[in-house]
């Protein structure tokens, strides 16, 4: 059975950095894109980018270049998205869903960024 | 980017009746194109792929078709467990693959 399990909700300040996880199992995890989705309070999925795990070929939307990092390791079937200095605008749902289109999905991390 | 429009925001639609919805791209996606429900609380979950592929479980009262710019997902006969948000995605050129901006179908 294929299955994709994040890590657990964060609360952060402000300034701090990230890193969030998401574990997958059940098939082959270097042959299948990963890829990361936002989802804001009360609002749409927002498509953040995506990583094959086996090249690290890593693709990101305009609006997330230069705001997060997309990473994998493949030794433990993971991949991450981290933050270097975390925004309060960075407060939402965060997924990890399998393949171009997104087959298989994540639980989601709700990551909260507050003072 | 290629920016997908969906309609209506929100659909009222009876049990047991048919529902159909709209997801247009702002240029062709060939048929690249995904539906996806999602439940409050839930994480989404795709119903179909390939614009007209239901994805493994997905029953058959759900229906995509359309290729270029222009899609519709339809909804045969409506069960109370359908009543969520769906979004369309288009994973034809990147990045980003992009979502609309959602489908309220709602119990009327």
């Known amino acids: 059975e294929v299955q994709l399990v994040q890590s657990g909700a964060e609360v952060k300040k402000p300034g701090e950095s990230l890193k969030i996880s998401c574990k997958g199992s059940?098939?082959?995890?270097?042959?299948?894109?990963i890829g990361w989705v936002r989802q804001m309070p009360g609002k749409g999925l927002e498509w953040m980018g995506i990583l094959y795990p086996g090249d690290s070929d890593t693709r990101y939307s305009p609006s997330f270049q230069g705001q997060v990092t997309i990473s994998a390791d493949k030794s433990i079937s993971t991949a991450y998205l981290q933050w270097s200095s975390l925004k309060a605008s960075d407060t939402a749902m965060y997924y990890c869903?399998?393949?171009?289109?997104?087959?298989?999905w994540g639980q989601g991390t709700l990551v909260t960024v507050s003072s | 980017e290629i920016v997908m429009t969906q309609s209506p925001a929100t659909l009222s639609v009876s049990p047991g009746e048919r529902a159909t919805l709209s997801c247009r791209a702002s240029q062709s996606v060939s048929s690249n194109l995904a539906w996806y429900q999602q439940k409050p609380g839930q994480a989404p979950r795709l119903l179909i792929y390939?614009?007209?592929t239901r994805a493994t479980g997905i029953p058959a009262r759900f229906g995509g078709s359309g290729s270029g710019t222009e899609f519709t997902l339809t909804i045969s006969s409506l069960q109370s467990e359908d009543f969520a948000v769906y979004y369309c995605q288009q994973y034809n050129n990147w990045p980003p693959y992009t979502f609309g901006q959602g489908t309220k179908l709602e119990i009327k």
């Open positions: 390939g614009a007209s």
């Open positions: 059940g098939y082959s995890f270097t042959n299948y894109w």
């Open positions: 869903a399998r393949e171009t289109y997104f087959d298989y």
